[in-house]
C-alpha cells in the first residue's frame, strides 16, 4: 500500500468516526431532558408563542429532518447558533480555544520542565534517597485530584499568601505579546503570567509524575546498552553521556506521548478551567450543558473530537514515514 | 393609576422639584463616598474603582434579550431603566419625567430632551418605541423573554420627539409595575447603521457593542473572560458619577467567588453559600450583607393530577412540610418562611396571612379525607433541581422526608438537572410524567400579578394549577382602575390561593453577598445592585 492511500484510508477512517460522534451527540441531545424554547423564551410567553418559536426553529420538525439539516449545515461549516448566547458556535468555539491552547502548552512547559530533571536523577541514582523522592513525588502527583490540588494552590498561595491572582486569566496571551510589541511595556504579558501558573501547576502535575516515571524507566533501559558502556569507556563526562546520549534516545517516546497527552489537555482541562475561572472550551463546556445550551455542547465535542482525530492521523502519518512497515500492517 | 397623580405623587413632585430626579440623587451620595476609604485593619483602600463578581455574567449583548437579575445588573449601568424603580413601591421619574394615563388603555410619557447615547445619538422618542418593539413583538428579532414582565403592554408611538404614547390592556397600575421596570431605550439610529447586528440580534466582541444612555459607558469588554469594565459618561444627563472605574466580572464557582473577596481581588460578591458565610465573615476586611429576596421557593402541585386534584391532599402537604426546619436546618437561617404565593414587600402581599405551621396530625387526617390510608396510601414522587436555587436538592430531600413520615402517604425525590424541572413547569397542569416539583419565582416587578398570572392562568405560559375560581378573579384585578382596590383585591387573591394550596408555600430566599468591610450598601429584596447603592 502506497503511502498516500495509507493516508487516504485514514482519513475517510477519520470521517467515519466524525459522523459517529455527530450522530451520538445528535441523539443525546434528542434524548436528553430540555425544552430549547425555555431557554429562548424563557417561561412565561404564552403558547402560541412557544409554537411560534419552535417553528421558527424548525423545532417541529421529525428528528430526522432536524439530523439531515444539522448536517447539511455541518458540511458547510457552521456548527449552529447557540440559543442562550445568540451568537454562531463557530465564534464561541473561536473564542475559548485560545485560551485552552494557552493552558495546554504551559501545563506541558511546567510537565517538562519538573519531570525530565526529576526522571534523570531517579534513573542515574536508582535506590538512593533522590530515586525514592522523585518515584514517591510521582505517585503523589498521579494520585491528587486536580481540582483538589487546584483548590489548596488558591487557598494557600493565592488567598493566604497573596502571591498569585485566585482565578481567570487577566488578559489573553495574545493581546499581552501585541501590548509588548507596541509599547513595550510588559505589564499585560505579566498579569497572564500571574494568572497561568496555579492553573498550568494544577494541569501539570499528573503529567509531571507521568513523564518523570516515563523518562526514568526509558532512562534505565537506555543506561544498561552497550552504546553507554562504550561512551563510557571513551571517557566522556557523565553528565554529557546521560543528558546529550542517553536523554536523546529516551526522548523519543516521551515526545510521542507528550504530543497525545497535548491533545487530551485540549478537551480534558475541564475541572481545571472550572476552578480557576479559566476562559477556555471547558469551562464553556460546563455552562452551556449547565444552561441546556445543546448546539454549543454538540460543537464543542465535535471540535474535540477532530482535534483529536487529526492529532491521530498526522501521529500516524509520522509513524509511517519513520517506519513503513506500518503502512503495511 | 393617572400618571403622577396618585398617592405616591408627593414623592415625586419632591424629586421633580430638586431638579434631578432618581438616579441622580443617588449618585450624588456615591460620589461624596467613594473615593476613600478603610478596610478592617485601617488601611487605606483605593475606591475609585470597583468590582462586582457575580455568579452569573450576561452571555448576550443585547440589552432587550434577558429577563435574568445578574444580566441586568450589568447592563442598567449601561441602558437605564427610564424610571427610578423602589422595591414594591411605584415607578419614579428618571429619564421619563411625568406621565399622563388618558383613561382610554393608554399613557403619555414625556422624556427629558438633553439625554444623549454614549456614541452620541440624541435619544428620542422613538428609539422607546423601536426598544419596546424588540421586547415585546415575538417577530421582531431578539426572541426576548423580557416579554414576561411587559404583558400588559401592547405598543408605543412617538408623538413627537419627547412624547411618547403606550397602549395597554389592564390595570394602569399593572401597565406601571411593568413599564417602570422593564422600558430600556436603544438607540435606533445607531442599531441601523453601526450596531454589531446579526440576524437583528445585537451582539459583538468588544466595547462598542454597548450604546446606552446610563451614567455609565463601557470602555472594555472581554466576553471570553466574563468581565465588562465601565467609566462614567461625561455627557450624561444627571451628575457624572466621580467612581473612576467600575468592572463587573463572572465567577460560576461559589468558593471562586469568595476566594476572590478574601484576596481583595473584588468589592462586592453574591451568593454567598450559608456554608460560607462563617469565613466572610472571619475575615477582617470582609462582610456579609442579606437580605430576603423577591424569589419564593415553593413546591408546586399539578391539580389535574391525582391525588394533587384534591384540595385536602395539598393542604395536607403544606401540613406535613416544616418550612421552619428547612430554613434552620438546611439554609442555616437563611430564608423566610412563606404564607401565600406573594413575598413580603410586594403589591398585593396579603399581611394577615400566617404560613401553614406543620401539623402531622393534620396532614394525616386531611390526606385521609382524599381516600388514601395507611393500607393504600398515596404514592407520589418529588422532583427538585440541583444547582438552581439555593441548596435547592437538599431542601427536596428534606421536605420528601417530611412528607414521608406521614403513615398514608409514600414520597420519593428525584434529584434531577433544572431543565428538567423547567420542561414541567411549562408542560400544563394535566402534565402527569412530573405533577410535584420544586421550582422558585422571583416577583421582580413588585406586583403580585407577575407572581401569580404565569402558575395560575390559561394563559399564563406555565400554568400548574387550574382553578376557575382563581382565574377570574385574578383576571378581575388586572383590568381594576383604582390602586388601592386593586391592591386590596390582589389580597384577597392571596388569600384565597393559600386555601387552595396550589403550592406547598416553603420560603422566600435569602440574597447573601459578600462585601468590602469599607463599603456601605444595604441589599434589595429584587436582587438589583446598583453601584449608585454602594457608599
Not at chain 2, 411618547?164 to 411593568?178: H, I, M, N, R
Not at chain 2, 441601523?192 to 440580534?201: F, H, L, W
Not at chain 2, 446606552?212 to 471570553?224: E, K, L, R, W
Request: aromatic fraction near 8%; proline fraction near 6%.
Amino acid at each position: 500500500m502506497s503511502f498516500t492511500r495509507f493516508l487516504l484510508r485514514r482519513a475517510f477512517q477519520g470521517i467515519f468516526v466524525v459522523w459517529a460522534v455527530v450522530t451520538i451527540m445528535f441523539g443525546l441531545r434528542a434524548l436528553s431532558p430540555g425544552d430549547p424554547v425555555n431557554l429562548i423564551a424563557g417561561q412565561v410567553p404564552d403558547q402560541s408563542t412557544r409554537d411560534q418559536i419552535r417553528q421558527d426553529l424548525g423545532l417541529d420538525q421529525p428528528m430526522y429532518v432536524q439530523y439531515v439539516e444539522y448536517l447539511g449545515e455541518l458540511l458547510q461549516g457552521s456548527l449552529g447558533y447557540s440559543y442562550n448566547q445568540q451568537r454562531s458556535v463557530n465564534d464561541i468555539v473561536a473564542q475559548h480555544f485560545a485560551a485552552t491552547v494557552e493552558l495546554a502548552v504551559a501545563a506541558t512547559i511546567v510537565a517538562i520542565v519538573i519531570a525530565i530533571p526529576l526522571g534523570v536523577v531517579s534513573a542515574t541514582r536508582r535506590n538512593q534517597p533522590a530515586d525514592y523522592g522523585a518515584t514517591l513525588g510521582s505517585l503523589v502527583g498521579i494520585s491528587t485530584p486536580n481540582f483538589w490540588l487546584g483548590l489548596m494552590l488558591i487557598l494557600l498561595l493565592a488567598e493566604a499568601a497573596g502571591l498569585f491572582p485566585t482565578s481567570g486569566r487577566g488578559v489573553a496571551l495574545h493581546d499581552g505579546v501585541l501590548t509588548l510589541i507596541t509599547t513595550g511595556h510588559a505589564g499585560e504579558l505579566l498579569t497572564w503570567f500571574s494568572h497561568i501558573i496555579l492553573p498550568a501547576i494544577t494541569l501539570g502535575t499528573y503529567f509531571t509524575a507521568l513523564i518523570t516515571r516515563l523518562t526514568r524507566s526509558g532512562m534505565i533501559d537506555e543506561l544498561g546498552k552497550p552504546y553507554v558502556t562504550v561512551t563510557e569507556a571513551k571517557g566522556l563526562p557523565s553528565v554529557l553521556i546521560r543528558y546529550k546520549h542517553v536523554l536523546r534516545n529516551t526522548l523519543i517516546p516521551i515526545v510521542t506521548v507528550l504530543g497525545l497527552q497535548l491533545g487530551t489537555l485540549l478537551g480534558g482541562a475541564v475541572i481545571t478551567e472550572e476552578v480557576f475561572n479559566w476562559p477556555g472550551l471547558g469551562r464553556m463546556f460546563i455552562e452551556s450543558l449547565r444552561n441546556g445550551d445543546w448546539p454549543v455542547v454538540q460543537g464543542i465535542v465535535l471540535f474535540i473530537a477532530i482535534a483529536f482525530i487529526v492529532i491521530n492521523i498526522l501521529v500516524d502519518a509520522l509513524y509511517a514515514r519513520l517506519d513503513p512497515r506500518v503502512i503495511d500492517k | 393609576m393617572q400618571g403622577a397623580d396618585n398617592a405616591s405623587a408627593d414623592r415625586r413632585t419632591v424629586l421633580k422639584l430638586t431638579g434631578v430626579a432618581g438616579a441622580t440623587a443617588t449618585l450624588g451620595s456615591l460620589a461624596g463616598c467613594l473615593g476613600e476609604g478603610e478596610d478592617g485593619n485601617g488601611d487605606e483602600i483605593d475606591l475609585d474603582s470597583l468590582t462586582i463578581t457575580q455568579g452569573e455574567f450576561p452571555d448576550v449583548e443585547d440589552p432587550n434579550d434577558h429577563i435574568t437579575g445578574p444580566y441586568f445588573n450589568v447592563y442598567d449601568h449601561v441602558y437605564e431603566p427610564l424610571f427610578e424603580v423602589t422595591p414594591g413601591e411605584e415607578p419614579s421619574p428618571g429619564v421619563v419625567t411625568e406621565w399622563d394615563h388618558t383613561g382610554d388603555g393608554s399613557v403619555e410619557l414625556e422624556i427629558r430632551d438633553d439625554v444623549v447615547f454614549h456614541q452620541g445619538q440624541q435619544l428620542v422618542a422613538e428609539d422607546i418605541a423601536f426598544t419596546l418593539d424588540r421586547q415585546i413583538d415575538p417577530d421582531v428579532p431578539p426572541v426576548s423573554d423580557q416579554v414576561a414582565g411587559l404583558g400588559s403592554l401592547e405598543g408605543a408611538e412617538a408623538i413627537d420627539e419627547t412624547t411618547l404614547e403606550l397602549s395597554y390592556s389592564g390595570a394602569p397600575q399593572l401597565a406601571e409595575f411593568e413599564f417602570g421596570n422593564y422600558l430600556r431605550a436603544v438607540s435606533q439610529e445607531w442599531f441601523e447603521s453601526d450596531a454589531p447586528v446579526s440576524d437583528g440580534v445585537i451582539s459583538g466582541d468588544d466595547a462598542d457593542a454597548f450604546n446606552g444612555t446610563g451614567p455609565f459607558q463601557v470602555v472594555d469588554y472581554d466576553p471570553a473572560q466574563n468581565r465588562i469594565v465601565m467609566e462614567p459618561f461625561e455627557d450624561y444627563w444627571g451628575e457624572v458619577p466621580e467612581l473612576e472605574e467600575v468592572t463587573f466580572e463572572g465567577e460560576t464557582s461559589d468558593s471562586g467567588r469568595v476566594s476572590s473577596l478574601l484576596a481583595d481581588e473584588t468589592n462586592l460578591i453574591d451568593n454567598v453559600l450559608p456554608d460560607d458565610v462563617g469565613e466572610v465573615e472571619s475575615d477582617p476586611d470582609s462582610a456579609i450583607e442579606q437580605v430576603t429576596s423577591f424569589r419564593n421557593i415553593f413546591l408546586a402541585m399539578k391539580n389535574e393530577v391525582e391525588p394533587f386534584d384534591s384540595q385536602e391532599f395539598r393542604q395536607a402537604m403544606n401540613y406535613a412540610v416544616d418550612n421552619e426546619d428547612i430554613i434552620d436546618g438546611v439554609l442555616s437561617g437563611f430564608g423566610h418562611p412563606m404564607s401565600q404565593p406573594t413575598p413580603p414587600g410586594v403589591n398585593g402581599y396579603n399581611p394577615d396571612l400566617e404560613p401553614y405551621e406543620q401539623d402531622l396530625d393534620e396532614a394525616e387526617r386531611l390526606v385521609e379525607d382524599a381516600g388514601y390510608t395507611e393500607d393504600d396510601p398515596a404514592e407520589i414522587t418529588l422532583t427538585a433541581p440541583e444547582g438552581r436555587y439555593l441548596n435547592d436538592a437538599d431542601i427536596g430531600r428534606r421536605a420528601a422526608d417530611q412528607i414521608d413520615q406521614l403513615p398514608n402517604v409514600d414520597c420519593e425525590v428525584d434529584i434531577v438537572p433544572f431543565d428538567v424541572v423547567s420542561d414541567a413547569n411549562s408542560a400544563g397542569p394535566d402534565d402527569e410524567e412530573i405533577p410535584f416539583f420544586l421550582i422558585g419565582w422571583g416577583v421582580i416587578t413588585g406586583d403580585a400579578d407577575y407572581g401569580m398570572f404565569g402558575f395560575f392562568h390559561d394563559d399564563g405560559g406555565v400554568q400548574s394549577f387550574r382553578d376557575d375560581e382563581l382565574q377570574s378573579e385574578l383576571e378581575a384585578t388586572q383590568v381594576e382602575e383604582d390602586p388601592d382596590t386593586r391592591e386590596a383585591m390582589l389580597q384577597e387573591v392571596n388569600e384565597m390561593a393559600r386555601e387552595k394550596a396550589p403550592w406547598v408555600f416553603l420560603h422566600q430566599q435569602e440574597s447573601i453577598y459578600g462585601i468590602d468591610e469599607a463599603l456601605e450598601w444595604e441589599p434589595r429584596e429584587d436582587e438589583s445592585v446598583f453601584v449608585w447603592e454602594i457608599s
